[in-house]
């Protein structure tokens, strides 16, 4: 008899944790930097309210994008995630950390150890700059096409101003 109730007790405090754990806010920060970016992943989990999110340890650091999702589930909880790139302004290892208001309580991760190398920096740079030009290219390019549909607009425009005027010669011609 005694076994049966330290197994039912066990397995009542086993799904009390279980539930806890499943409602319980978590905020963690991971690298998914690449050869050629530098980039980290926030992910928030159990949210119904999210607010003052905080960085630390990003002197010197430029955020230069960034992809969020927000997943909405059936139990009145949400999860958050977004992709963070950044650009250091130089190579080395940043310890980052964030902290933020989750249902009413302040949350914070562990610290991330970030390592950033020159090539990463470079590499960074020249996309940004391949991404320049390309997008300076498309601008031009949409510059000329409104260039081009203003002229024929005028063109337009001038043709119905002649057809009018010769109109109103033929018009004052036969009064």
């Known amino acids: 008899m005694k076994l049966k109730n330290i197994l039912i007790s066990g397995s009542v405090i086993f799904y009390a944790t279980q539930a806890l754990a499943a409602t319980t806010p978590t905020l963690e920060l991971t690298n998914i930097s690449t050869a050629d970016n530098v980039a980290i992943a926030l992910q928030a989990s ?3 309210n999210l607010s003052n999110v905080k960085f630390s340890g990003l002197d010197g650091v430029q955020v230069i994008g960034k992809q969020v999702s927000f997943n909405t589930s ?17 190579a080395g290892t940043y310890q980052i950390a964030v902290s933020a208001e989750i249902n009413g309580k302040t949350i ?26 390309q997008e300076n290219q498309q601008m031009t390019q949409m510059q000329k096409q409104m260039n081009r549909q203003m002229q024929e607009q005028m063109q337009f425009f001038n043709n ?3 057809a009018i005027q010769k109109e109103q010669q033929l018009s004052s011609r036969n009064l």
């Not at 009145?76 to 995630?81: L, M, R, V």
């Not at 740079?125 to 991404?131: G, I």
């Open 108 to 133: 914070n991760s562990a610290p991330l150890n970030l390592s950033v190398s020159n090539q990463q920096i470079q590499a960074i740079k020249a996309n940004l700059q391949k991404n320049l030009k």
């Open 46 to 48: 159990n949210i119904k």
């Open 74 to 90: 059936d139990t009145s909880s949400d999860n958050y995630s977004s992709k963070i790139f950044l650009l250091p302004q130089q």
């Open 160 to 162: 119905i101003n002649t």
